[in-house]
């Protein structure tokens, strides 16, 4: 089934102890069309300036992601990123950001995509979320992640989004803020009360955890990987690759979203192998089974 | 088969969120002990002082804990720490110790206790750990815990103890710490390359992973418990049930090693469930299969 993304296009400068990246390709969006790409077409939406150095028309080529929903703006600049990993990469530093385009007007989504049925809001300001789900007409699966931002500043737009949203996706920090528990498990109860009947947070190295409203809960540690040269991109890849596999099926019972969890947690894995998209640009689908295979021989007792 | 255990008798005074437990039963024999008994006959060592407040007899009647080796030293006093966890019960701060009798001679293993094949060495100094260990004519399987303390300062002796033991149970920022090295997975290689074929990092809420000799690595989250009262005993609970299955399967295949952790992870979300043993001493076997099983259901895709 149709999967349409909406997020960032960034120009990122990465520190970790494995090296550096100076102005190379990032963004929530396309961490996620590329993770999602392996199980489902895309459909693309985003903006960048007109200082853009990448050709994204290049960087998805041969995959099924649909541009047609990416704006260049005149006059323009693209959103830049800086960022630091330090020894403990769960420890990082924003040392610099412009947001530039991503300040203004959100882009539109084309009429051509206003029928997809799946939707992934990655995070911006809730007002502009809820603004972009209002242009695709009858969607049947909208999943949005949202920020500490948003969760100090715009509270009640985002209550009015929860209240539209099928799945939130959220770190482990901002589920405890939204929630006001530090007990994740109470404090995703809390958020399903909230509106949206499926709440995944993301614990980053160690795993997730998924709340459903009928009172099941899901749990799955992080693919345990020696090689973590990068770790960004990896919650907007495991987003991709959890939305992609529920456009491919076109479900969303139980399993189904377990599975979804398991191949999101699988290219993740993939992601934080390289700087930028290289850990994701050269796997197969292959690749992707045998690890799915792996991470279930490394949990199953 | 024979399970001994060797470690410390607490006196307790601790402070969560969910209210203060003033002079309770703690200390990590006791915790082991409880929830080795619920799977096989424990052998318990360990030294109080003739202050103890506690009837250990009374403590574990009805469950097979031989208390042969307990010694109640007279004129010493008992081990005695104070704790308080925080908001985020992950953050825990020491506010006193009294080390008394637990900085005299360690007590002794009972000549009847020599023949033990399954042995948990808690968390000492390593130098005692190696005599306490080389009390037991012919072990099988010896596992033992350190701490930050003998990682820095106790280095050498440690080194001489991993040579001897089957399994090191540890938390993660001591795994960090030995193997000099961030990535958990890595860490666990380098301590395996120290001695012990297997090696179990415990990652408190977040789960545990073991590393095995083999190239097999396993992960598995904690039990997604709502009710968190106090996390103390969490980690020796966590090592008494899977010591304790071991030493009644009397296999230690990777099957059976998994199936080890499992049935740790569960006996542990008892613990936290109450201040001091209370989380522990009314479940049933039963109660322990049927969260197993929600373990299970939990977390497989």
Redo the contacts between chains.
């Keep these: 089934m149709s999967l349409l993304v909406t997020g960032s296009i960034g120009i990122d400068t990465i520190k970790t102890p494995h090296g550096t990246q100076e102005r190379c390709l990032g963004g929530s969006s396309i961490y996620f069309s590329m993770a999602a790409s392996f199980f489902s077409p895309v459909r693309f939406v985003g903006v960048i300036g007109d200082d853009c150095p990448f050709d994204l028309p290049e960087v998805f080529k041969g995959r099924d992601v649909d541009l047609r929903g990416l704006e260049e703006r005149a006059g323009s600049k693209t959103f830049v990123w800086h960022g630091t990993y330090h020894?403990?990469?769960n420890d990082r530093t924003t040392d610099h950001v412009e947001l530039n385009v991503l300040q203004e007007a959100p882009p539109k989504v084309p009429e051509v995509f206003a029928d997809s049925r799946f939707v992934f809001l990655a995070n911006t300001a809730p007002a502009l979320q809820l603004e972009l789900l209002d242009q695709v007409t009858d969607p049947t699966f909208v999943a949005a992640d949202t920020m500490n931002l948003w969760i100090e500043n715009d509270l009640d737009d985002l209550k009015r989004l929860l209240r539209k949203i099928h799945c939130l996706i959220i770190n482990d920090d901002e589920a405890?803020l939204l929630a006001d528990e530090?007990?994740?498990?109470?404090a995703g109860?809390k958020i399903l009360a909230m509106g949206p009947p499926i709440v995944i947070i993301k614990?980053g190295?160690?795993?997730s955890?998924m709340c459903l409203d009928d009172g099941?809960?899901?749990?799955?540690?992080?693919f345990?990987?020696?090689e973590?040269v990068d770790p960004t991109g990896a919650g907007d890849s495991f987003a991709g690759g959890f939305m992609g596999y529920l456009a491919r099926t076109g479900n969303r019972d139980d399993?189904t979203l377990?599975?979804a969890?398991?191949y999101g947690t699988v290219v993740a894995s993939f992601t934080i192998a390289g700087f930028s998209l290289n850990g994701l640009t050269d796997i197969t689908e292959k690749e992707i089974e045998a690890r799915l295979e792996a991470l279930?021989r490394?949990?199953?007792?």
Tied chains: 1, 2.
């Design positions: 020894e403990d990469m405890r530090p007990n994740l498990v109470k109860a614990k190295e160690s795993g955890l099941e809960t899901f749990v799955l540690p992080a345990p990987a020696a973590v399993d377990k599975m969890i398991a279930r490394a949990t199953r007792f």
